[in-house]
T-cell receptor, first 111, second 114 residues
Framework: GENVEQHPSTLSVQEGDSAVIKCTYS??????FPWYKQELGKGPQLIID?????GEKKDQRIAVTLNKTAKHFSLHITETQPEDSAVYFC??????????FGPGTRLSVLP | EPEVTQTPSHQVTQMGQEVILRCVPI?????FYWYRQILGQKVEFLVS????????KSEIFDDQFSVERPDGSNFTLKIRSTKLEDSAMYFC????????????FGPGTRLTVL
């Protein structure tokens, strides 16, 4: 089955700097890769996703890149703000199957 | 904006007791999921449900667990005889159509088994 690894487990950045979180997956059949943000006491919320037919996707300060050959994808947050502080989870899924989440990255944006 | 809701937000129970966690998915969604998250760990898939039946379940979802969609709006997770290790956050999620698309998560129910 699918296995998703995520690094780093914790990340501290200064406000205004960029943050990068990387994930790898094992199942080459996976073709949908969402990123979820989880704030304390809340459920995960989708912030961006990418499908395997696309190499990069951007939404304002957030971007995701996908390298299918190497089986890894990354989340990039630019101009970080204190409200970006949260736990971020990547996930992978072959179409028609269920999400397999990475272990999460705790991002702290220091003012 | 429509959202997934879950009740209760926190449930405390004694080991061996039955609990029912309730979810109201987004109204036009067709696929429903339960996940759990043990404190400080990743979100783990439990079960998916479509067309009034389980479509997939994980190893965690053993005979102590069951799911039901008793009416057109609610989706429930029952744990028959709770164990200490069932203590976790339980999240319900729903998808509009087709699996592999954005799953909308509820706020979760924190289950504490004493």
């Amino acid at each position: 089955g699918e296995n998703v690894e995520q690094h780093p487990s914790t990340l501290s950045v200064q406000e205004g700097d960029s943050a990068v979180i990387k994930c790898t997956y094992s199942d080459s059949a996976s073709n949908y890769f969402p990123w979820y943000k989880q704030e304390l006491g809340k459920g995960p919320q989708l912030i961006i996703d990418i499908r395997s037919n696309v190499g990069e996707k951007k939404d304002q300060r957030i971007a995701v890149t996908l390298n299918k050959t190497a089986k890894h994808f990354s989340l990039h947050i630019t101009e970080t703000q204190p409200e970006d502080s949260a736990v971020y989870f990547c996930a992978a899924t072959p179409y028609g199957q269920n999400f397999v989440f990475g272990p999460g990255t705790r991002l702290s944006v220091l003012p | 904006e429509p959202e997934v809701t879950q009740t209760p937000s926190h449930q405390v129970t004694q080991m061996g007791q039955e609990v029912i966690l309730r979810c109201v998915p987004i109204s036009n969604h067709l696929y429903f999921y339960w996940y759990r998250q043990i404190l400080g760990q990743k979100v783990e898939f439990l079960v998916s449900f479509y067309n009034n039946e389980i479509s997939e379940k994980s190893e965690i979802f053993d005979d102590q667990f069951s799911v039901e969609r008793p009416d057109g709006s609610n989706f429930t997770l029952k744990i028959r005889s709770t164990k200490l290790e069932d203590s976790a956050m339980y999240f319900c999620a729903s998808v509009r159509s087709g699996q592999g698309n954005e799953q909308f998560f509820g706020p979760g129910t924190r289950l504490t088994v004493l």
